[in-house]
């Protein structure tokens, strides 16, 4: 039974059944009852693998196949009517094009299989920047891992009331889950999204990576405001005021490490406290006050498990310990429980690998290999998270005092810089490179530019999108965010890292929130206001940071500069003539200050 009489809902599913001839449609109301049943049906099926309940209880084990471990970012396309507004670094192809080519895949594709039907609200159900989607799916994996990441159910419909046309279609199914014919395609024009041949996470729960940032970007573009990758957090000051940052990482770089930060004892003791609002995603927009607003879409994290652990990340473990769905890590056979890489020293005995081979833990990896796939994920709810913010659900959203870009870099980049200016913190964002992670398929560790943390998922021409930025920053005028670059991978010249990280961030973020206020020092570089040598608090490291290493963290070396302006103009030299005045002055500028 449909749950809605949104006649362009009914329309579209309508047109979806008749493509992919489902045997059964079942509309997702959201109810306990019929995600109980799902999981069920799952479990009987061997989709999924329950999990000790008592030790983990409502947690679900998945694998996907070995081939389908990651986003497939040159099977990912932006189909604009014009190639000029998908822009040079997005695969392109003609709408008509793409579709020729995927509606046969997709005819029939669903015989002798349910189609769900999935609503759900990306933002609290109610909030103005909040947006309905509906995605039909072949799969009970996803519906039960949109479950956890959005608002999903019957409220979502609603919120679009009978007659809205603003949603986003997705159309997703597993096919035969064939790489050669995986396909995630974006019509950012039409507000739809087709995926097919993948079962795994941003491929595949279409309200992510797809709607709240390649399709979002292009509506926040057209409507005044920004969607973007950014973790949110708040951070409580011992005189109770929370002030909310805002940070964008790459995939796998550490945004939900730092939103589920916890401060070091020196920090806690004085009354420090960090709240999460999201670990992913921001969407961003100038509230009445004319300050620059953001709420987290999601309702759950899809987090790398590998490297979490008790001191990387205690809230995060403790976020997954319940209702939560864990994919492709590794089985301790002993009492059905997870394992992956620096989970704790003790890989089980009696394990199941990733892919499903029962192995010997420590001896599988003293052979060279992981027990968990390096990109293996858990999906918990935010809810569990033990330093949720209270302002999670506020529709509003909450007000941003600071924005952070960063990525992986062993050189060059100190561990923290201020922007002059907004316009110069554009430049900053767009001028982002890192070393590549497991988060997407290739090559890992190779240094690449990714302006804003968002190579991958800007759904436009970059260069627009950096000029978005820019009028943003206009319009936002003296209450915009002040912005920020941060770098927690800086490394000697033996590889080692310099910078301890993890909780030990909260010292920069404390810098941050200080330089918002006007206090703490900084020094004027070529590059931006960079920290004086005593400014960032070192007080319980000084073994590990000593004077010495806080120079070699915060030293800006010209030569490396003018490296980097290099290879930024090089860069640059794509967009031509949409590349904004405000980027390459800033380019040059730096260029002249460095000497
Ligand atoms: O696979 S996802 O795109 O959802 C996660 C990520 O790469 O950040
Ligand atoms: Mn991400």
């Not at 940071?545 to 070699?552: A, G, L, Q, R």
Request: charged residues 25%.
């Amino acid at each position: 039974m449909s749950l809605t009489k949104n006649a362009n809902v009914l329309k579209w599913i309508d047109e979806m059944v008749a493509l992919t001839k489902p045997d059964k449609v079942v509309w997702i109301d959201g109810s306990k009852e019929q995600l109980d049943q799902l999981r069920k049906e799952a479990i009987s099926t061997g989709e999924m693998i329950e999990l000790n309940q008592e030790k983990l209880p409502g947690c679900l084990y998945h694998r996907t196949l070995p081939n389908d471990v990651a986003r497939v970012e040159d099977r990912t396309f932006i189909c604009t009517s014009k190639k000029e507004d998908a822009g040079p670094i997005n695969n392109w192809c003609a709408p008509d094009e793409m579709k020729a080519k995927l509606l046969p895949m997709y005819d029939g594709v669903m015989k002798g299989r349910t189609m769900y039907v999935i609503p759900y609200s990306m933002g609290p159900i109610g909030s103005p920047l909040a947006k309905v989607g509906v995605e039909v799916t072949d799969s009970i994996y996803v519906v039960l891992n949109m479950s956890i990441m959005t608002r999903m159910g019957k409220a979502a419909f609603e919120n679009l009331g009978d007659v809205s046309n603003d949603f986003v279609r997705g159309l997703h199914s597993k096919a035969d889950v064939d790489p050669e014919k995986r396909y995630i395609v974006h019509f950012p024009e039409e507000n739809t999204i087709w995926s097919i041949n993948s079962a795994y996470g941003g491929n595949v729960l279409l309200g992510k990576k797809c709607f709240a940032l390649r399709i979002a970007s292009y509506q926040g573009k057209n409507e005044g405001w920004m969607a973007e990758h950014m973790l949110i957090l708040g951070l409580k000051k011992p005189n109770g005021e929370v002030k909310y940052i805002t940070a964008a990482f790459p995939s796998a770089c550490g945004k939900t490490n730092l939103a589920m930060l916890i401060p070091p004892e020196g920090y806690k003791k004085k009354g420090y406290e960090i709240f999460t609002v999201g670990d992913d995603i921001a969407w961003m927009k100038p509230g009445k006050d004319g300050r620059l607003y953001a709420i987290n879409p999601e309702n759950g994290f899809f987090g790398v498990a590998p490297g979490t652990n008790d001191k990387s990340n205690h809230n995060a473990l403790a976020s997954a310990r319940k209702n939560t769905i864990f994919t492709n890590v590794a089985i301790n056979n002993d009492d059905n429980t997870v394992w992956w890489e620096k989970l704790d020293k003790n890989p089980p005995v009696n394990a199941t690998e990733w892919k499903g081979a029962k192995v010997n833990g420590p001896e599988y990896i003293a052979a060279g290999n992981n027990l968990a796939h390096p990109n293996s994920r858990f999906t918990a709810p935010a809810e569990n998270c033990p330093c949720i913010s209270p302002e999670f659900n506020n529709p509003e959203g909450v007000p941003i005092s600071a924005i952070i870009f960063g990525g992986r870099r062993a050189k060059t980049t100190p561990l923290v810089y201020q922007s002059f200016s907004w316009a110069h913190g554009t430049f900053i964002g767009s001028a982002v490179s890192s070393e590549t992670t497991a988060a997407a398929t290739g090559a890992v560790g190779v240094l690449r530019h990714d302006p804003m943390a968002m190579k991958p998922f800007c759904g436009y021409h970059m260069a627009d999108y950096w000029g978005h930025w820019l009028e943003m920053g206009e319009k936002l005028g003296d209450k915009a965010p002040k912005i920020f670059n941060v770098n927690w991978f800086k490394q000697d010249d033996e590889g080692n890292f310099i910078w301890p990280g993890y909780g030990d961030n909260m010292r920069v973020l404390d810098w941050i929130i200080e330089r918002c206020e006007g206090k703490a020092d900084a020094v004027e570089t070529p590059i931006g206001y960079v920290p004086t040598k005593t400014s960032i608090n070192t007080e319980g490291i000084e073994d590990e940071v000593t004077p010495k290493v806080m120079d070699e963290l915060l030293a800006v070396d010209k030569d490396l500069w003018k490296e980097e302006v290099a290879g930024l103009r090089e860069f640059y030299k794509q967009f031509g003539d949409r590349l904004p005045k405000a980027i390459s002055d800033e380019l040059n500028g730096l260029e002249k200050r460095l000497g």
